[in-house]
């Protein structure tokens, strides 16, 4: 071997190690290895930054605001909410959640998919008296199952696609992935759906200092608008069609209150006071589509372009609000913000919003520009809580975003434009339309991957630029000579999913998909079916909380430890090596 290739090895096990130790984050030790490559003379100093503009960066970094722009439609929520009302015991809800994190993931990247409904899995174990992490590992490990299935679905895929092209001149197309995806899909599924029973029943979250608060149900106020579906309702069936979640405390026809009676029908333009807690009231104001007290009033001169939220605060002793109304105050015509629920310990609010006097110590959520609601919170003498998912006030449903990702993935998959294109342009489009307003944009691309990919990118190429992956492959090829072929496929496979642990999956494929391919050249075969080997071995690590986001995600929420992944991740890990082979085999010939 030559110094280059040495030096080039040298490099990626020292990453290796950095990657393992954990001193520095993964995206820090990306750029370590840069730099040592740069030092060394293994990556040339014009191509030191031909990683950031490569296709996988805009890709992922695509992905992901299409992911946060439909889980902020909240459209797939509302779907498995209607599905869910009609499942009722664990085993089957468990089903459900795999099932349909499992598809999402197809659609949208897998950790965009899995934090969209993570929110109905704690809904659920909530009203079943269980702890989540029943449903929460089984969901993060089907959403790295069903990323396998599109391009789309997951960092590895898009990598191997970028591989092929380089060799052959032809990609892999959108939905070349799913023949052997959707087998494991489907076996995961069914050993999720009994194999649950491994994780202790006994892991419980630690309590977020949101959750510490402790705070009551909101009372809020709301006008039922033409053609939502309570129109013609009575009270009882209104209540329980949202599942005892919320309850209408004042019913105001006319400008007079009405007796609120079981048997009483809701018409358009009714006033309901309802109280509940803020997930709750959102989601019956957006399902019902009712609008909310103060909607569509207008913002501060100045404040058009900024961004409307909302934020939780309590009323401080010396506050401006204390003895005063909404109404008597006029907090949207001075303060440019509206009060759009109240919550009071220990008492019963029934009158409208704006006419209920505010005391010391009332929590209340207030509506906004977000450049103003600091500076309005100081004036008016409310201290800001801790920061919580509260959505109350400022979601809208919409099916924009779906409607745009079908069209990127349909122009993909046709080949009109390439995917780099399409995803970029559909990222844009999803801005541009309002479903995901700029600011939350940029903060759902995880920069980290980013540099990352940016980073790794000319490093793992200086494998192939010195030869080094040709050495390596020849190893691997006169070990597996001896080996049928399947063993071959096998042994790909189990080495990246060996590595994805320690190195992160997108790093993982980056290293080992050129290994690959010279693999196969050496044993004479066609170079498809190792790179899908890589991609599914990369893609799924069970094994650890630290080889996916997907798993880190559900790490704090479940109460995991560190061992509960391999109790229920090995016999997976065994399962997707014995039936992934079989598939790869079937679908990618050899030959």
């Known amino acids: 071997m030559t110094t280059p290739q040495w030096l080039s090895i040298g490099t990626l096990i020292g990453m290796m190690a950095l990657f393992i130790w954990g001193r520095f984050r993964y995206d820090v030790t990306a750029c370590i290895a840069l730099i040592a490559a740069l030092a060394l003379g ?16 805009i890709i992922v970094g695509s992905a992901l605001v299409l992911s946060a722009a439909v889980q902020r439609s909240g459209i797939i929520e509302i779907l498995l909410a209607f599905v869910s009302k009609y499942v009722r015991r664990v085993r089957s809800q468990l089903l459900l959640l795999t099932a349909s994190v499992g598809i999402a993931s197809a659609l949208v ?42 391009l789309v679905g997951t960092s590895p895929n898009i990598i191997v696609s970028r591989v092929r092209e380089d060799m052959t001149g032809q990609p892999f197309g959108m939905f070349d992935y799913f023949p052997t995806g959707f087998g494991l899909f489907l076996v995961g599924l069914l050993f999720l759906r009994f194999g649950y029973r491994l994780l202790p029943r006994d892991r419980r979250a630690v309590p977020s200092l949101g959750e510490a608060l402790d705070i009551k149900g909101y009372v809020t106020e709301a006008t039922i608008s033409n053609g939502s579906p309570a129109i ?71 404040s058009e372009r900024d961004e409307v939220g909302v934020i939780e605060a309590v009323i401080n002793a010396d506050s401006l609000l204390v003895g005063q109304t909404a109404a008597r105050l006029l907090l949207q015509e001075r303060y440019g913000v509206n009060l759009i629920a109240i919550s009071r310990a220990d008492e019963r609010l029934t009158r409208q919003i704006g006419a ?29 809580l801790a920061e919580r998912s509260l959505r109350l006030g400022v979601s809208k449903r919409s099916w924009l975003p779906i409607l745009i990702l ?19 342009a559909a990222a844009g489009a999803v801005v541009l339309v309002g479903s995901l307003p700029v600011r939350e944009a940029y903060g759902s691309v995880e920069w980290p991957i980013l540099i990352m990919l940016g980073a ?25 000579t001896s080996l049928p072929p399947w063993g071959a496929v096998a042994l790909i496979l189990v080495t990246a999913m060996a590595v994805t642990p320690f190195l992160n999956n997108a ?13 196969a050249k050496d044993l004479g075969y066609r170079p498809e079916a190792f790179l899908i080997a890589t991609a599914v071995g990369a893609g799924c690590d069970f094994l650890t909380p630290i080889g996916h986001q997907c798993n880190t995600l559900v790490l704090g ?35």
């Open 456 to 480: 790794l990118i000319p490093v793992s190429d200086s494998l192939r630029t010195t030869g080094a992956s040709d050495i390596l492959a020849s190893g691997l090829a006169h070990f597996a």
């Open 406 to 424: 079908a069209i990127a993935m349909t122009a993909t998959a046709t080949g009109v434009v390439p995917v780099a294109v399409a995803f970029f």
């Open 356 to 384: 209920i006097p505010l005391r010391v110590g009332d929590v209340v959520v207030l509506q906004g520009p977000l450049s103003l609601l600091p500076e309005r919170l100081s004036q008016l003498g409310a201290l800001p």
């Open 232 to 302: 013609g309702q009575t009270v009882s069936a209104f209540v329980n069609r949202h599942e005892l979640e919320v309850s209408i405390k004042t019913l105001l026809r006319d400008g007079k209150s009405k007796r609120v009676r079981p048997n009483v029908r809701l018409r358009e333009n009714d006033i309901l006071i309802l109280s509940g807690q803020p997930d709750a009231l959102e989601r019956v104001i957006a399902n019902d589509h009712l609008t909310l007290e103060g909607e569509g009033r207008e913002i501060p001169e100045g």
């Open 557 to 591: 929420p479940g109460g995991y430890r560190f061992s509960d992944y391999a109790r229920l991740g090995a016999p997976l890990s065994l399962l997707v090596v014995i039936v992934g082979t079989g598939l790869i085999m079937t679908f990618w010939p050899l030959m």
């Open 507 to 519: 790093a993982t494929v980056l290293v080992m998909a050129p290994i690959a391919a010279v693999f």
């Open 109 to 150: 990247k897998n950790v965009g998919a899995l934090a969209m409904l993570m929110p109905a899995a704690l809904q659920m174990a909530k009203k079943n008296d269980t702890t989540p992490s029943v449903f929460l590992m089984p969901m993060a490990f089907a959403s790295l199952l069903g990323g396998l299935m599109t």
């Open 42 to 57: 293994i990556v040339a100093p014009e191509d030191a930054f031909t990683g950031f503009s490569d296709d996988i960066v």
